[in-house]
């Protein structure tokens, strides 16, 4: 079709092929929109699909599984199957499912869960761009106590499975699970400029 096209345009347009070509050009417009049209409904049932699971576990208050459906969706995003995420993995993680997610969170909890909510925190307790910048182990710790990842100075990533999983969480408990990492640290600075980065400041 392209090179049927591209022969036309080479010709000499004459009032006899005129009409011809405004026909065929005409069509191929109609066969593009018609292309964009499905493209973006398989996309809306890709994403239907995707985020399903975890907005059914949300709507049921099963904020453990819904947790840890959400650290699912995000390694499916970035292709991984292993637990861990890496800081490259969040520099390529797409801001339209970080965005997705928090509003689900937010959605099902009345704004008491989600990145939003949670980047919001970590600036409330003096967190900055520039303090992510340096890694300021001080104001992580500050915000690990206000939502309940640290107890009596201890971070309480290893007594996961007996958190309190209810509206009654301290605000800004969850998602918390996909930020368990490895990397420590370094790794929740980078989750924190990704979530700036994707405007999620409220």
Same mark, same amino acid.
């Given at each position: 079709m392209i090179c049927y096209l591209e022969l036309i345009m080479t010709e000499s347009v004459t009032p006899e092929n005129n009409s011809d070509l405004s026909a065929i050009l005409s069509e191929v417009q109609f066969l593009k929109e018609k292309v964009l049209y499905l493209e973006e409904?398989? #996309?809306?049932?890709?994403d239907i699909d995707r985020y399903s699971q975890l907005q059914e576990f949300l709507k049921a208050g099963k904020f453990k599984e819904?947790?840890?459906e959400t650290s699912r969706v995000i390694l499916d995003a970035v292709n991984r199957s292993r637990e861990d995420l890496t800081p490259n993995d969040m520099k390529q993680l797409p801001c339209n499912i970080l965005q997705v997610i928090d509003r689900l969170w937010r959605d099902y909890s009345s704004d008491r869960f989600g990145f939003s909510i949670q980047l919001r925190l970590y600036m409330e307790v003096g967190g900055s761009i520039d303090t992510l910048r340096s890694q300021n182990v001080n104001i992580l710790q500050k915000y690990g106590d206000r939502v309940?990842?640290?107890?009596?100075g201890q971070w309480e990533g290893n007594n996961y499975p007996n958190w309190d999983f209810s509206l009654s969480a301290p605000k800004g408990s969850f998602p918390a699970i996909w930020? #368990?990492?490895p990397y420590g640290f370094k790794m929740a600075t980078f989750c924190f400029?990704?979530?700036i980065e994707c405007e999620l400041v409220q």
């Open positions: 409904k398989l #996309k809306l049932v890709s819904a947790d840890q309940g990842w640290r107890k009596n930020w #368990k990492s400029m990704r979530l």
